[in-house]
């Protein structure tokens, strides 16, 4: 059973930076590509960022490119965020997000709030 577990959300204040982890467990870790999500009050989810299996390739939602940095590690089961010059519409739940076995899995989500 796929588990997606996010953790390091917060409150930080605009231009500030917070880094999220997502734990992996249940599937080869190593053979999936993986995703950052985000979805904002009264907003749809949206894709933030993308890493591919081996980390080799990344891409970026727009609004984000350049201040955002997905990462993972295979051996850890982890990904990860690294989100910089943050700013009030980055307010969102940020989901972690795995398409395993013909299904989405997703997080719980952790909330990042952007505020003075």
């Known amino acids: 059973q796929v588990q997606l577990v996010e953790s390091g959300g917060g409150l930080v204040q605009p231009g500030g930076s917070l880094r999220l982890s997502c734990a992996a467990s249940?599937?080869?870790?190593?053979?999936?590509?993986m995703n950052w999500y985000r979805q904002a009050p009264g907003k749809e989810r949206e894709l933030v960022a993308f890493?591919?299996?081996?980390?080799?390739?990344?891409n970026y939602a727009a609004s984000v490119k350049g201040r955002f940095t997905i990462s993972r590690d295979n051996f850890k089961n982890m990904v990860f965020l690294q989100m910089n010059s943050l700013k009030p519409e980055d307010t969102a739940v940020y989901y972690c997000?795995?398409?395993?076995?013909?299904?989405?899995?997703w997080g719980q989500g952790t909330q990042v709030t952007v505020s003075s």
């Open positions: 997000n795995a398409y395993v076995s013909r299904k989405n899995s």
């Open positions: 249940g599937f080869t870790f190593k053979n999936y590509a």
């Open positions: 890493i591919s299996n081996t980390g080799g390739s990344t």
